[in-house]
């Protein structure tokens, strides 16, 4: 039974908490994080095309060919998870 009124306190302190929220000045900071967030995404996708056209310019280098397995999987694990960093970076820009 103590369990279940440590669980009701709980549940009673978090209630209090929310009767001291602003619904206006809440959303204001959620919108202002927001769009904080997305300039800073807008800033760094440059950064990481830049990078992925590179690694895209790599296998037509005149050495490429003399890599190792471990050096091409090095070179295709940087070259995939550069891809994906593009595409997560894109996804909520185009949203908003």
Not at 14 to 35: F, K, N, P, S, V
Not at 41 to 51: E, I
Not at 69 to 88: H, N, P
């Amino acid at each position: 039974m103590a369990h279940s009124q440590v669980a009701e306190s709980a549940s009673a302190d978090a209630d209090d908490d929310t009767r001291h929220l602003d619904e206006e000045a809440d959303r204001d900071e959620l919108r202002q994080r927001h769009y904080g967030l997305l300039q800073e995404l807008r800033v760094v996708l440059p950064g990481v095309q830049v990078l992925l056209a590179f690694l895209l310019t790599v296998p037509f280098a005149a050495r490429f060919t003399e890599l190792d397995d471990a050096g091409r999987r090095a070179f295709e694990i940087a070259l995939t998870s550069s891809m994906l960093s593009v595409v997560f970076l894109l996804g909520p820009s185009l949203r908003a």
